[in-house]
């Protein structure tokens, strides 16, 4: 047990170091890297007010219309997708073998229809690929399955439209599962980089795409890249603080079902 406890504590020390090295950086005075001196100690904005007019805000302001769109969709045809199997549909295996499927792979094929549906460089071309997620359709899925099915077929019984169920008895049930799978799927479109540098230009790059490209610019400034990536990091971290233990909750189940 005391083994357990230190590695446990090992690994939480692992994970935390770079986040404390994030906001440590943020805060950095210059005159630490003037003197190459990274033990001085101090607090500054001036790295904040540097970020402004570099385009993060920009960048975010992409980001959440592409992302935050994206999660809509996902919710929807996931929630559809989830009753559908659960209903009889035999497209399980297909589901996770899309799960286990690096998204990377696809980035040519489509990049080719993007191009033929004319929507390179466009805000399309960062949602309509995304549209579907599988991992979104496991997590409702699972959590279809512990539904007590009795509910359904009593508001069959009743009269009740397939699309009536889904959407005034399905999802209030679903909702903490619904909220789970969102910040989830906001996090994974949050934190494209690939994608979107190859499919857009400058013009609607999102906050990681600017970020990379930032560090590549401006490698030396740490302090500005610190700033940058913890404001970049904000929201993600505000979505799981507030929502961890929906998170947990879900996935844990979801994986026990």
Same mark, same amino acid.
């Given at each position: 047990m005391i083994v357990l406890r230190?590695?446990?504590?090992?690994?939480?020390?692992? #994970?935390? !170091?770079? !986040?404390?090295? $994030?906001?440590?950086?943020?805060?950095?005075?210059?005159?630490?890297?003037l003197m190459a001196d990274l033990t001085t100690l101090g607090f500054t904005l001036q790295n904040f =007010? /540097?970020? #402004?007019?570099?385009?993060?805000? *920009? *960048?975010?302001?992409? *980001?959440?219309?592409? *992302?935050?769109?994206?999660?809509?969709?996902? $919710?929807?045809?996931?929630?559809?997708?989830?009753?559908?199997?659960?209903?009889?549909?035999r497209v399980t295996a297909l589901v996770l073998v899309l799960l286990a499927l690096p998204?990377? !792979? $696809?980035?040519?094929?489509?990049? =080719?229809l993007l191009q033929t549906l004319l929507l390179i460089d466009t805000l399309g071309a960062l949602i309509v690929p995304f549209l579907a997620s599988p991992l979104v359709v496991f997590l409702l899925l699972q959590a279809l399955r512990r539904v007590?099915?009795?509910?359904?077929?009593?508001? =069959?019984?009743?009269?009740?439209?397939?699309?009536?169920?889904?959407?005034?008895?399905?999802?209030?049930i679903l909702r903490p599962e619904l909220t789970?799978?969102? #910040?989830?799927?906001?996090a994974a479109h949050w934190n494209l980089v690939l994608f979107p540098r190859v499919t857009t230009?400058? /013009? $609607?790059?999102?906050?990681?795409?600017?970020?990379?490209?930032?560090? =590549?610019?401006?490698?030396?400034?740490?302090? !500005?890249?610190g700033a940058a990536a913890l404001l970049a990091s904000a929201p993600i971290l505000v979505l799981y603080v507030v929502f961890e233990k929906r998170i947990l909750s879900t996935f844990e189940a979801g994986f026990r079902t």
């Open positions: 230190i590695a446990t504590g090992l690994f939480a020390a692992f #994970v935390a !170091l770079p !986040l404390l090295w $994030l906001v440590y950086a943020a805060f950095l005075p210059a005159e630490a890297l =007010r /540097d970020v #402004v007019g570099t385009g993060l805000f *920009s *960048s975010m302001a992409v *980001s959440v219309v592409a *992302s935050g769109t994206t999660v809509l969709a996902q $919710l929807a045809f996931g929630l559809a997708a989830a009753y559908a199997i659960r209903n009889g549909a998204s990377e !792979l $696809l980035l040519v094929p489509l990049y =080719r007590a099915w009795e509910v359904v077929e009593a508001a =069959r019984i009743d009269g009740a439209s397939e699309a009536v169920i889904l959407t005034r008895v399905v999802t209030p789970a799978a969102a #910040v989830l799927a906001f230009t400058e /013009d $609607l790059w999102t906050v990681q795409v600017f970020l990379s490209n930032l560090l =590549r610019t401006r490698p030396f400034e740490w302090g !500005l890249l």
